[in-house]
């Protein structure tokens, strides 16, 4: 098993950045699949970004380049860079890791509690 613990959210105003961590224990990151999942009031969850069990990152493609997920093996620390904030970033922001290496929420086994990111104007 592994635990997930979020962090990094805030208030911030539109164009600022924030950097996400999701901390790992319990096992390693690099054995899953991890992945950045968002939900905003309302809406579904919906995939932000991912990095695949063979370490290739893969972004929605609303993102236009502004999020960069890594991870740092060494702090089993996984981090999502947000920049260019908009209005629409607003939302809950979530950690997840699954062991089929597939980034879709449905295929992911662990969750972690989620980080808010509010946008203003």
């Known amino acids: 098993q592994v635990q997930l613990v979020e962090s990094g959210g805030g208030l911030v105003q539109c164009g600022d950045s924030l950097r996400l961590s999701c901390a790992a224990s319990g096992r390693t990151s690099s054995q899953y699949a991890m992945g950045w999942f968002r939900q905003a009031p309302g809406k579904e969850r919906e995939f932000v970004a991912g990095?695949?069990?063979?370490?290739?990152?893969t972004y929605a493609d609303f993102l236009k380049g502004r999020f960069t997920i890594f991870r740092d093996n060494a702090k089993n620390t996984v981090y999502l860079q947000l920049n260019s904030l908009k209005l629409e970033d607003t939302a809950v922001y979530y950690c997840?890791?699954?062991?089929?290496?597939?980034?879709?929420?449905?295929?992911?086994?662990?969750w972690g509690k989620g980080t808010l990111v509010t946008v203003s104007s």
């Open positions: 990095i695949g069990l063979t370490g290739i990152n």
């Open positions: 997840a890791a699954g062991q089929r290496g597939i980034l879709t929420a449905s295929e992911m086994d662990y």
